[in-house]
């Protein structure tokens, strides 16, 4: 069972530093040259006084630990007032008649596939409910998980883990209710609190705990999982304390001493120091290991999602549970240096004024700012919190400034949350390119079309071409391959102002519009000063250019400062062999890090399944099956392990095994689209085509919006003489997927084969206007 231990984090050693003293060096050596000659021609003056005495020199600080937090009471005892009773103190907490919210007097919540049942034992609270084979058992309440609007509970499971059980306590309507409802979920769904995905020890303690660490042993599958101290506490935001409580004693030693003796000072970071340091819990992100690396870069320890289909809306707004961060640093105001702290009590967590005040510090009628740090060059001076600025009545929905710049979205059924990129309603940009809008889902009691006008009439043309609404346009026309669509992507790229979550994403977008010019923007983003942009475009060269090729680009990405960029950079070269040259030696290493990044997760299937194709990769084939069997041991419902296992066998002449092992998956799993479709391709190499058609056209039929399925399937079509069956296909899946090129090229070629000239010069014609770079073009 996890327990509480101090737990002290390591730091790499600084790096280059003589580098970057050296040009300070020379300048002290030019001052002091051009003070001895001046002195030199000067008339006699009174003499110096002699020089003071050496001071001694300070040790350096030893590595920080954590301290019990009840020191910092002492000396900081208004911010700890602030903090106590907040959601952040409460975060996590044992379970005890205390903390514990929920009805737990044998009462029951019966759910779309199984029951549950609350009860008490002794001074425990206990749930009887479903296991992951389906067997009803107790099971022992450790922790209570939250505090408002709903309350988790994390149980006791074997192997040391801890699951988020999937029937929570609604605290505002007193009742029990399924954060996943409508979904059927069983002992057999990935989302049953039994599986790897409700596994609290990786997806959430870290965020509910201070000082945490997981510690998996993946010999024995095990978690030791230990923390400093329940809840997010002081050292969970400022680092390790010892070195700043071994000097609270000494005043001047402190006050002299950088960062007061914590790894990172807070009270002086910049907006972007600061805004690192909450996302390493406030962001949709994937650890890099099991470590926060408190006052470090943010990419060095964790790696931020971009802005997604599946995360994000268009225009950025939030989309999937994403938390704040996202939205927040694409935000005019994080650009102009707003942190979280000009907004939030950071240790009550609490809005530090009531209704619009918190926006009125900057947005007010003297167009002035009183917060520190913030440029304030472009306020107006308007009185915002008036019907003439929002048009409605004071007091009702619409006259609070997140009504229309900060809509809310439920998650987990009734935690709204706000959506922090601070967005301008845009009904007419919404109701063309399709993403949801303020006006519009307040209104839809109205016509689009009259609430479109109605804005129009308020606030003008203007604020309808605003720099976000264009990024939103050129995304859609991405997205959905639209004429001017590989245009608009470069002018943006070409916009410095633009967010870096906002060109991080735009860059993703390159590998679907190859040319010239989309390999010369890839380049250059590799020297974005923002690493999740560089990270960003190391994968899209990879996805325009075999790895032979990838060397001078990203050779030099390799030595990297920031730990995501490196690994990703090595990883895309895996295969240059030869090619590598003189970064053979940056390459060992860097693979070597991305390798331990890895071993780092391996309670995760993705992490084994990354350590079989890197071994497989580096001619380590003893080890590719181990990793491929453990990565579905750890998640039996991880499909892409199951599928290269199959493809790994087939590859060794151990088609029997394979067939056998896809054969009991599709048996227990046949309305799986992947798993057909992987049946289709092994019968393929096999030379059933017939059987392989069917499996295929199984797979189609079961995802017929999949353009890969399609494209597959159509190519099998052509293979057996069925070209309009292809044709009709291809269509299709282009008329769902204009954005694929691969299906694109397959239909000018089925239409060229077929003689259908028309046709084909019409989708020609369609690609020169959405992609006149097109290298098939030239």
């Not at 491929?628 to 066998?649: E, H, I, K, M």
């Amino acid at each position: 069972m996890p327990t509480k231990k101090t737990v002290t984090p390591t730091h790499a050693a600084p790096r280059g530093l003589f580098h970057r003293l050296y040009p300070v060096f020379i300048a002290v050596l030019l001052v002091t040259a051009g003070a001895l000659a001046y002195l030199a021609q000067r008339p006699p003056q009174t003499p110096l006084p002699a020089p003071p005495a050496p001071q001694a020199v300070a040790k350096p600080l030893p590595a920080p630990t954590f301290v019990d937090e009840q020191q910092c009471a002492g000396c900081h005892g208004a911010q700890v007032k602030d903090w106590q009773g907040s959601h952040h103190q409460l975060a996590m907490q044992d379970a005890s008649e205390q903390t514990v919210l929920g009805d737990f007097n044998a009462t029951t919540f019966k759910g779309e596939k199984d029951t549950t049942h609350f009860f008490r034992k002794g001074g425990e609270f206990w749930v009887n409910t479903q296991d992951g084979d389906g067997t009803a058992k107790d099971f022992k309440v450790a922790y209570a998980f939250g505090v408002a609007p709903l309350q988790q509970y994390l149980l006791q499971a074997p192997g040391g883990r801890l699951q988020a059980l999937g029937v929570a306590w609604d605290t505002e309507k007193h009742r029990w209710f399924h954060i996943y409802p409508g979904q059927g979920v069983d002992f057999k769904d990935p989302l049953h609190w039994s599986k790897p995905g409700q596994n609290a020890n990786f997806m959430c303690v870290e965020c509910h705990t201070t000082g945490f660490k997981r510690n998996f042993d993946a010999a024995s599958n095990t978690f030791n999982s230990q923390w400093n101290s329940l809840g997010v506490g002081c050292q969970a935001c400022h680092g390790p304390a010892s070195n700043h409580l071994l000097l609270s004693g000494k005043p001047q030693a402190l006050a002299s001493t950088a960062n007061a003796g914590f790894v990172i000072d807070l009270a002086k970071a910049d907006n972007r120091t600061q805004v690192d340091t909450c996302a390493r819990c406030h962001a949709r992100r994937a650890p890099l290991g099991d470590d926060q690396k408190p006052g470090q870069p943010l990419l060095d320890a964790y790696l931020p999602a971009a802005l997604t289909r599946d995360l994000y809306e268009l225009d950025g707004k939030i989309k999937g549970e994403v938390f704040e961060h996202g939205s927040f640093v694409q935000s005019k105001m994080f650009a102009k240096g707003v942190r979280c702290s000009n907004c939030h009590n950071p240790h009550s967590t609490e809005l530090k004024a009531l209704g619009n005040g918190v926006c009125l510090q900057c947005h007010n009628s003297a167009g002035k700012t009183g917060v520190p740090g913030v440029d304030g060059a472009g306020l107006q001076a308007k009185n915002y919190d008036s019907p003439e600025h929002h048009h409605h009545q004071p007091g009702q929905p619409g006259s609070q400034c997140v009504d229309c710049h900060m809509p809310g979205k439920l998650f987990m059924v009734n935690d709204l949350r706000h959506d922090h990129s601070f967005s301008l309603p845009n009904p007419a940009l919404a109701q063309r390119i399709g993403m949801p809008d303020a006006c519009l889902t307040c209104h839809q009691d109205l016509p689009a079309q009259q609430v479109i006008e109605r804005f129009k009439d308020w606030y003008g043309e203007a604020e309808l071409h605003t720099p976000s609404a264009q990024y939103a346009q050129s995304l859609w026309q991405a997205r959905s391959a639209q004429p001017g669509a590989a245009a608009a992507l470069f002018s943006q790229l070409d916009d410095h102002l633009l967010a870096a979550i906002r060109r991080a994403t735009l860059v993703a977008e390159l590998p679907a519009y190859p040319s010239q010019q989309a390999l010369a923007a890839s380049s250059t983003a590799l020297r974005d000063p923002a690493p999740q942009v560089r990270e960003a475009a190391v994968n899209a060269l990879a996805a325009q250019l075999p790895a032979e090729q990838r060397v001078d680009l990203l050779g030099p990405v390799l030595r990297d400062p920031i730990l995501a960029v490196r690994i990703a950079s090595a990883h895309a070269l895996l295969g240059a062999g030869p090619q590598l040259g003189g970064y053979q030696a940056a390459f060992e290493q860097a693979i070597g890090e991305y390798e331990q990044v890895q071993l780092s997760l391996q309670e995760r299937a993705e992490a084994n399944l990354n350590l079989a194709l890197l071994y497989q990769a580096t001619g380590r084939a003893d080890q590719v099956e181990p990793y491929l069997r453990t990565a579905l041991q750890r998640d039996g419902d991880f499909l892409p392990a199951l599928v290269t296992l199959v493809q790994w066998l087939d590859a060794r002449q151990r088609q029997a095994e394979a067939d056998a092992l896809l054969a009991a998956r599709l048996k227990a799993q046949p309305q799986v689209a992947l798993l057909q479709f992987t049946q289709g391709l092994a019968l393929v190499r096999r030379g059933q085509a017939q059987a392989a058609l069917a499996a295929l056209r199984e797979a189609n039929r079961l995802e017929p919006d999949n353009a890969r399925y399609a494209y597959v399937l159509a190519l099998s079509l052509q293979d057996q003489g069925d070209t309009e069956g292809a044709r009709r296909l291809l269509q299709s899946a282009l008329d769902r997927h204009p954005e694929n090129r691969d299906v694109r090229l397959a239909l000018v070629a089925q239409l060229r084969d077929d003689g259908q000239v028309a046709q084909m010069k019409t989708l020609i014609d369609q690609l020169k206007a959405i992609n006149p770079g097109d290298p098939v073009l030239h």
